[in-house]
Every structure is written in C-alpha cells, then in structure tokens.
C-alpha cells in the first residue's frame, strides 16, 4: 500500500534529549513537510522539502533540524535548543502535479518530561 | 500568519447539508483554496480544492464567491463520521521551489444525531 509512515505513534523523552522522528513515504513524491499541532490548535509548519538535498525554514523552525538525502525519508530532530517539545508531529508529502494536495501521515506524540 | 477565517465551532443534524465557511480577503490570482479535515489524534485528510470554479468531488462541494474572498465547504448528507475539525487553506507560492500551505484556525464540526 502507498502511504506516509511516520514511527513511532507515541515517544517519551527527558528534557535536555535530542530526539529524532521518523517519517518515510513511498508515493514517489518529491516535497515533504514537517508540521506540529498544540492541543487545540492549528497545524503550523516547522520545515518543508521541496527536493533531495534541499529543505527550507517553516514558521517555527528554531529547535529543530532536519535532513533530506533519500526522496523518500525525511527525519526532524526535535532538538535540546527547542523550548516547548511537547506536542503532536504531523509529517505530510505532495507530488508534481498541479494539484499539490498533500497527504498525512496518522502523527507522533512526543512527550517530553 | 493565517491566510484563512472560519468560524471555531458548528452543529448539524445528521442526514442535512454542512455548510462550512471560510473567508480568505487576501487571497491572491494563483493561489488555490483547499479543504482538509482532521478526526481527534489523526493526520488531516484531503477533501478538495479550487482555484476560482466550484468543484465537487465524491466527499464534498466547494463553493467559490466570484471575487474569491470567500468558500463554502458542503457536505450534502452529513453523518457522525463527519465531526471533526475542518480546515480551509489558501495555498501560497514562494519564491524559488516553495509551496507552503498555510492552516487556518479550523471550523469543528458536531454531526448531531
């Protein structure tokens, strides 16, 4: 089946970790984006891909880094620097085509204590 | 910033129309409408998107007004599969290889028995 993975559903972690969610897609497509959701809240976008090897800032970038070497993987790191980690990860990709709606996939919880 | 008002909260009775609106004053000639709709704890699920014509797929309609500063989202026969929150989203063009989508606020939608 075609889809975005993103492992795993629920992660614990002590303040002061880096710690790295995985988001893998098999839909061929070329951009992948990396958002976080609050309790209540909106989606607001950390960081976005538009292509292997090149990524770009989002609205709340500072505390996280990513990397894109394989189209089909795109890895955030939820660094130590980030204030408020804890929050619902929302990984997402978008093909070519002219319609470039993007799919989710079902999230991570990070929780960090 | 959001691109995108709606409304925080509606109701409907199960089995009549949803319609769900969505400002967007500031949308510009190339940026396109969309609609997503995210169950409790899931990733947000596509459901369709316009340009300036009114469209209507198997989930739902969309109702653009002629100077494009609004939408109407329909659901023709909703049902309790229906609640969630609903997002519209104007989809922006940036410079260089860029297509952020910016969320709004989200409408939830409550399909009353």
């Known amino acids: 089946d075609g889809g975005i993975t993103q492992s795993p559903k629920y992660l614990f972690r002590k303040e002061g970790q880096n710690v790295t969610l995985s988001c893998e897609q098999n839909?061929?497509?070329?951009?992948m984006y990396w958002y976080r959701q609050d309790p209540g809240q909106g989606l607001r976008l950390i960081y976005y891909?538009?292509?292997?090897?090149?990524?770009q800032k989002g609205d709340i970038a500072e505390g996280y880094s990513v990397s894109r070497e394989k189209k089909e993987s795109f890895p955030l790191t939820v660094t130590s620097a980030q204030k408020n980690p804890t929050a619902f990860y929302l990984c997402?990709?978008?093909?070519?085509?002219?319609?470039?709606?993007?799919?989710f996939g079902p999230g991570t919880r990070l929780t960090v204590t | 910033d959001a691109k995108t008002t709606q409304p925080p909260s509606m109701d409907c009775a199960e089995g009549r129309a949803a319609n769900l609106p969505c400002n967007h004053s500031?949308?510009?000639?190339?940026?396109?409408v969309y609609w997503y709709r995210q169950i409790h704890s899931q990733g947000p699920q596509y459901i369709i998107h316009?340009?300036?014509n009114n469209e209507t797929n198997e989930m739902a309609s969309l109702i653009i007004t002629e100077d494009r500063k609004s939408s109407t989202l329909i659901l023709p026969h909703a049902t309790l599969r229906d609640t969630a929150v609903y997002y519209c989203?104007?989809?922006?063009?940036?410079?260089?290889?860029?297509?952020?989508?910016?969320f709004g606020t989200g409408t939830s939608l409550t399909v009353i028995p």
């Open positions: 997402a990709s978008s093909g070519t085509a002219s319609s470039y709606e993007q799919y």
């Open positions: 839909l061929n497509h070329d951009a």
């Open positions: 891909s538009q292509i292997v090897n090149d990524f």
């Open positions: 500031t949308i510009s000639g190339n940026e396109y």
């Open positions: 316009g340009l300036k």
């Open positions: 989203i104007v989809r922006v063009a940036t410079s260089g290889t860029g297509n952020q989508f910016y």
